[in-house]
T-cell receptor, first 108, second 116 residues
Framework: QKEVEQNSGPLSVPEGAIASLNCTYSDRVSQSFFWYRQYSGKSPELIMSIYSNGDKEDGRFTAQLNKASQYVSLLIRDSQPSDSATYLCAVGFQKLVFGTGTRLLVSP | GAGVSQSPRYKVAKRGQDVALRCDPISGHVSLFWYQQALGQGPEFLTYFQNEAQLDKSGLPSDRFFAERPEGSVSTLKIQRTQQEDSAVYLC??????????????FGPGTRLTVL
């Protein structure tokens, strides 16, 4: 079992819809969780970080953390074609463990 | 200010050659990380420095991989006797200890290494 698991996708949503991306992790003592966006051929860019149970909102993005169930999710409201990218879930403090990423396609 | 920079952006090496990849972190960032990203995969941790001290090198795949950060700023990742399986994008990231628990890692553009 991989330490951080994500559905590889692609996840296809129409413009304006809510995109829901999920991630599970195996290390129960993990404290810090991150969502990075990576456009093709580019480097990862931090979207959200979260370390407390519950929701954290930033603009169109909401990260949700449930430590008891060992999952973290990212909701993107009012999805735009420019949101089309691979979304990487990462867990850890200094040494980050990444999932393989979920490819999101937002169609106009 | 300027972000993390890496050079070269692209490197083609013949199998068996040695390569050196450079990372310039964001000015003032104490921590520096190297990751390896194979095609279609997420980045995988290689090693981590705090200032000039290499605190974790558990991800280096073999003794052919060596990293250094002698003055606590610029870092070099060296790969000796390159093999085809070393072909990947090598990402460098840096962070500044916030003291608040979560230190954001900012990634450079990466060096794409192709070993023929």
């Amino acid at each position: 079992q991989k330490e951080v698991e994500q559905n590889s996708g692609p996840l296809s949503v129409p413009e304006g819809a809510i995109a829901s991306l999920n991630c599970t992790y195996s290390d129960r003592v993990s404290q810090s969780f991150f969502w990075y966006r990576q456009y093709s051929g580019k480097s990862p860019e931090l979207i959200m970080s979260i370390y407390s149970n519950g929701d954290k909102e930033d603009g169109r993005f909401t990260a949700q953390l449930n430590k008891a169930s060992q999952y973290v999710s990212l909701l993107i409201r009012d999805s735009q074609p420019s949101d089309s990218a691979t979304y990487l879930c990462a867990v850890g403090f200094q040494k980050l463990v990444f999932g393989t990423g979920t490819r999101l396609l937002v169609s106009p | 200010g300027a972000g993390v920079s890496q050079s070269p952006r692209y490197k083609v090496a013949k199998r068996g050659q040695d390569v050196a990849l450079r990372c310039d972190p964001i000015s003032g960032h104490v921590s520096l990380f190297w990751y390896q990203q194979a095609l279609g995969q997420g980045p995988e941790f290689l090693t981590y420095f705090q200032n000039e001290a290499q605190l974790d090198k558990s991800g280096l795949p073999s003794d052919r991989f060596f990293a250094e950060r002698p003055e606590g700023s610029v870092s070099t990742l060296k790969i000796q006797r390159t093999q085809q399986e070393d072909s990947a994008v090598y990402l460098c990231a840096s962070s500044y200890p916030s003291g608040g628990g979560i230190d954001t890692q900012y990634f450079g553009p990466g060096t794409r290494l192709t070993v023929l």
